[in-house]
């Protein structure tokens, strides 16, 4: 009988892909399970909960472009006009942009966002429960994902199942009750996944979620610093109104891809 197998099949699926789903739920619960509640966030803080390592080095090149001491130019290349950082950030741009002073921005970005100041910064909020810890970043959004996918499946092999041969005394309806169980498993994981923990985030654990929901945010090019800043640490660059800076990050060199980074 070839649809037990492949009743067997959408078992081990669902059966997985839900286990998965419920392990980095844990994880993700056990790194809010002291949070700092009181942490009020730096603009590097809330730029790593939003968006991880490459959103800290977009924030860091804005900020110094902000600032004059750093030109990003909407064809993708910075340049750099003040050589001297003002924080580990900044000087780990300064040196991935090179000693020539000028470097295109992709591979700056993806050289800070490796740097040690961006691991250190991870650390900490690791440490405060703000943040989801390294091995837990295939993380309940990834968990979710996988569940669909297995939701799917489970409803491709008992289509299988019943467009192949089944012995005439067994009714072709008890056969889609039995693909029916591991299909509501997977829904019953989404919905308490809903539930529990949407939004589902790559970066930060609950506490740095409600942390973050509580940043004034603004996209308008007059914005005070602090403030137009905050939007690109919380929505990246994308919340720049200004076109060419988007551009900038959103260039293209022949053969690769962009670097918008969200």
Known sequence: MFWVLLLLSAWAVAGVACTRLCLAAVRAASADAAPDREHDLTLYEAAFLSGGPGRVAELTLVSMARQRRLLLAHTGWATVVDPHGRDEMERSVIGAIGPQGQSRIGPVRAAAA???????????????????????????????????????????????????????DLPRALVAAWFGLPLALTLSCLALARIEAHPYSRWASPAGQHLLAALPLRTTATSDDRTYLTSIAVRGIRAAPEPDLRAAFAHRDPGHGAYGGD
């Open 114 to 168: 490796a740097a040690d100041a961006v691991r250190g910064l991870a650390d900490r909020l690791v440490g405060a429960g703000l943040a989801v810890p390294d091995g837990a970043r295939t993380t309940v959004a990834a968990g979710v994902r996988q569940v669909r996918g297995a939701a799917l499946a489970v409803l491709a092999l008992g289509t299988a199942a019943l467009l192949t041969p089944i012995p005439s």
